[in-house]
Structure formats: C-alpha cells, structure tokens
C-alpha cells in the first residue's frame, strides 16, 4: 500500500514540473503533476490530494483564478493550496492569499525550504 500523500502540482513549465516533482519524491510525496490548469478542478475534486501547488503565470486561466476556483468549491476548499510564482512583489503576495493561497512560495525555492513548506501546509 502506498502511503505517501498525494500533492498536486499545477505548473506549465517543463523544467519546473521536474524539479518539482523531483523534490517532493525526494521529501516522500507522491506528486501528481497538471500540465494544463483548465482541468486542475476536476482532477483535485477526482484525486483529493493532500495539498495543491499551484504556478501564478499559466498560460491559459490566471493560478490566481485556479487557487479562487479551488477555495470557492465546497468539494476542494478544504485542501491547502501553495502558490508557487517567480512573482515576488507584496502586491503579488497579498494577491496570491486574497485568492485563498494558504502560503506563497517565490521560485526558485531551495529543496530543504519547500519540504519544510509543505510540511506546514499540512499540518
């Protein structure tokens, strides 16, 4: 039986999905990563993953509306969502909570960094 948590990760550039993904393999997460964020309600409604990591500048909806869309939704508001942005302005941090963000994260993070972040993001 597989006992690691499921972490979604909605992120659109290549590079960064690897990493990612690589790093919360490494911090025991078993990831499951969205390459197009027009489904990312579906598929955490579907899956029910323990937290959801979600890029701010996607190409087709806004993260800051896939993080609303998430925390709007009775089915999903109760999951932690990171939103995880090379935006790093308090315009852009109070933007990224406003939509329902329970941390905001600025890339490029260090692996030791995000393992602790999302250790809290699920506690």
């Not at 964020?37 to 909806?61: G, K, S």
């Not at 009775?74 to 995880?84: D, G, N």
Request: with cysteine; hydrophobic share 45%.
């Amino acid at each position: 039986m597989n006992d690691r948590k499921c972490i979604m990760l909605v992120e659109d550039t290549a590079s960064h999905r690897k990493l990612y993904a690589s790093w919360l393999r490494i911090g025991g997460y078993d990831p499951h990563v969205l390459t197009d964020e027009r489904t990312a309600q579906a598929v955490a409604e579907e899956l029910n993953p323990a937290a959801i990591i979600v890029d701010i500048r996607l190409p087709n909806v806004s993260g800051l509306d896939v993080i609303e869309g998430l925390k709007t939704a009775t089915s999903t508001r109760a999951i932690p969502v990171m939103a995880l942005t090379v935006l790093d302005s308090p315009t852009d941090r109070s933007a990224c909570l406003a939509a329902g963000a329970d941390v905001f994260v600025t890339k490029p993070d260090h692996i030791a960094t995000f393992l602790d972040r999302i250790a809290a993001l699920l506690d």
